[in-house]
């Protein structure tokens, strides 16, 4: 990367070397925490340029008045040569006025650095272990799993890019009774495969035509062997090739998405190398597992309940509402045992820890939370670990619902969808919307070509850019930073926006929400279709203005800039910028 500085970071080094003058000349106590300043645009525009908070983040702790130290703290800045004006508002906050060539200055730095404006070094290369995806190995990809599957490879790009050491990652729950239910499921497609009329599928057991190569494959493997043996003679192996074949087809359906992990982790390894056995020996030694009793279920009386002694994890000591079973009645691990060894293992190798989850198991967050925070905790100082819920997605066919069927086996697969209006628009569509929030795809309208579209209006944009510097260069046009002081009001303001991408990367990536780059995109692309639609009426507006060769070769660099900041932005989301629509 170059060592060129965006304006964001120029600025954000401003305010710290004015802070360290003062704390030079004794005004300011050192080391006061900074972590907590921002410099960003005023909500209003009217306000300035740019504005910063660090008089009231510093004031308490240095035991002065804001707006005295937003005084002295101003009076530094104003020093720069491309502030022309300060000003102390509210409580003290400080706005900036900043000189027109600093805008142009940062056009030139996109130019600089392109493929790598916006590039931030704000992860100070901290290891952060994504987790997404982890669909059980029970059949396809499903629509379900599109979301969070996006989502969590946005996020681990994104991070990427804000100078983070990522590490994808994909936990196979191939240990529980759903793999046992699959194994027996494979058999009946195996006794199929060798002539047998399994009739119906019975209740309880996986139905999906999926299963049906898995089947054939081991019957032409192994023959009539396992026909009629007992089910501890095939259990074990049908398990384990069905799983194979199950995680061969998700990651397929992945790839279809452009999603590739670097390292898949399996529960069933885990539990075989003793894992989970060592976090209760490590939480026994901690007095952090127990063995009690839980209280009856709601609803439940002596007579219908059994009270069993378990081993249970102290999660009421770290935030949750009760404490948790690590193991079941019968000795196996509960789900969350297991899980709360997997994490200990994960922080292992990783600085800081981030799942992706649907939003159905937003029960357990607590209890896990509370399990990575003891296990991880014992120098004073946890692991960070954050869960990202994620909602549902509805499909939709022209507003009406799509309708499946769990009991025959059919459902919309992730491919199905992929296949049908294309990987661009699923990512892009999947990060259109907060995660937390409830999300429709309707195929009608993720294809519909409309500026209500948010798909279509971000790749419109990049796709306009392209035409526009095609078109200029067949009348011998090309952009040039020479003359950019003769771009106007309308133009620098799109200019101003378009410098907000460094920050806007370093926030999504600080706050772990990689849709907020969706969000500026569709910000960005609909200040330039604005400007687009002015020369409409006003050709004096126009990118290309033939009788003047040096206002359109600004422009056009200007055009060229958009160009790269949004080709930037959608390659964070795995989305290609289009040249042509």
Request: glycine share 8%.
């Amino acid at each position: 990367m170059s060592d060129t500085k965006t304006l964001h970071a120029a600025f954000v080094g401003h305010v710290a070397a004015a802070l360290d003058a003062l704390e030079a000349a004794g005004t300011l106590p050192a080391g006061l925490p900074r972590g907590a300043i921002s410099v960003e645009p005023p909500r209003d525009a009217a306000h300035g340029d740019l504005a910063t908070n660090a008089a009231m983040v510093l004031a308490k702790p240095a035991g002065t008045n804001p707006r005295q130290l937003a005084e002295l703290l101003s009076t530094e800045l104003a020093k720069l040569p491309a502030v022309t004006g300060t000003e102390i508002a509210g409580p003290g906050f400080i706005n900036l006025r900043l000189a027109d060539e600093a805008w142009l200055d940062e056009l030139r730095t996109v130019a600089a650095l392109g493929d790598d404006y916006g590039r931030s070094t704000v992860g100070g290369g901290m290891t952060v272990n994504v987790e997404y995806v982890s669909a059980n190995p029970t059949g396809p990809m499903h629509m379900g799993h599109c979301r969070g599957a996006v989502v969590g490879d946005a996020l681990a790009a994104l991070l990427e890019f804000a100078g983070h050491k990522v590490i994808r990652e994909y936990y196979v729950n191939d240990a529980g009774g759903q793999v046992d239910v699959l194994a027996r499921s494979v058999h009946l497609r195996y006794r199929e495969a060798l002539g047998e009329d399994v009739g119906e599928i019975p209740e309880g057991l996986y139905p999906g035509a999926y299963l049906v190569p898995t089947g054939h494959r081991l019957a032409t493997h192994h023959g009539s062997r396992f026909v009629s043996a007992p089910e501890s003679e095939w259990l074990a192996l049908f398990r384990q090739e069905a799983v194979a074949d199950m995680m061969a087809m998700i990651r397929d359906d992945l790839a279809l998405l452009g999603i590739h992990h670097d390292l898949f982790s399996s529960e069933a390894e885990l539990q075989a190398a003793g894992k989970p056995a060592e976090a209760e020996a490590w939480l026994r030694s901690q007095d952090l597992v127990y063995d009690g009793i839980l209280e009856a279920p709601k609803g439940k009386t002596v007579d219908d309940w059994e009270p069993v002694a378990l081993p249970l994890f102290r999660s009421t000591k770290f935030g949750d509402d009760q404490d948790r079973p690590i193991k079941k009645s019968d000795g196996s691990w509960t789900y969350f045992g297991a899980d709360l060894a997997y994490h200990f293992q994960k922080a292992q190798s990783a600085d800081a820890l981030v799942d992706i989850w649907g939003a159905d198991h937003a029960g357990t967050v607590k209890r896990i939370k509370a399990a990575v925070a003891a296990m991880t905790g014992a120098g004073g100082k946890a692991t960070p670990f954050e869960v990202k819920l994620v909602q549902m997605v509805q499909l939709l066919r022209d507003g009406e619902p799509v309708k499946m069927s769990k009991r025959a086996g059919t459902f919309i697969t992730l491919a199905d969808v992929v296949r049908e209006v294309g990987k661009d628009v699923v990512r892009f569509t999947m990060l259109t919307r907060k995660p937390e929030a409830q999300m429709d795809f309707d195929f009608a309208k993720v294809v519909e070509a409309s500026k209500d579209n948010p798909v279509f209006y971000v790749q419109y944009c990049h796709a306009r850019v392209s035409s526009t510097l095609r078109k200029a260069a067949g009348e011998g046009f090309a952009p040039s930073a020479a003359d950019l002081a003769r771009l106007g009001t309308e133009e620098l303001e799109l200019v101003k926006l378009a410098a907000q991408f460094p920050r806007i990367v370093e926030a999504a990536a600080t706050a772990r929400e990689p849709h907020r780059v969706a969000f500026f995109l569709h910000d960005l692309a609909a200040a330039f279709h604005a400007y687009w639609n002015l020369g409409n009426d006003r050709p004096e507006k126009r990118f290309i203005v033939a009788q003047d060769g040096k206002l359109t070769a600004a422009r056009l660099f200007l055009v060229s800039q958009i160009g790269q900041i949004v080709r930037n932005g959608l390659a964070l989301l795995g989305v290609e910028a289009v040249k042509e629509m």
